[in-house]
């Protein structure tokens, strides 16, 4: 019987919880400060690879294209310690408060 009780008391109540996938996307409170999805500005980066190098979990790999050495991310390894974006001399490389990271395929989880 306290169980039928509790529950009509909080039928008509307004919801404590979002419906986060589905609606309300606008109203979730992102933090300052939050390191999110790495993006990256290949028009500042000279290709010196400290990125790749303090890399503590590997994420950031250096490839040769036309332009020369410049480094992709792969999301999926990232830690979001925010190393390449401390390291990184020209300020090519920031974090953003982006925080929905995930995919179906891996190539989608890789920043170039």
């Known amino acids: 019987m306290a169980m039928v009780t509790e529950v009509l008391k909080h039928l008509f109540k307004k919801r404590a919880t979002l419906m986060y996938p589905f609606r309300d996307r606008d109203k979730i409170p992102v933090p300052e400060g939050l390191r999110g999805k790495i ?61 929905e990271v995930a995919g179906f395929n891996r190539s989608d989880l890789i920043v170039k």
């Open 39 to 99: 993006s990256f500005n290949r028009e500042l980066c000279i290709g010196c690879g400290l990125c790749a190098r303090f890399c503590p979990s590997g994420a950031a790999e250096l490839i040769e294209d036309d332009k020369g050495k410049r480094p992709i991310f792969h999301i999926d390894q990232c830690l979001f310690c925010a190393q390449c974006e401390e390291v990184c001399p020209r300020k090519a490389i920031t974090l953003t408060r982006e925080f």
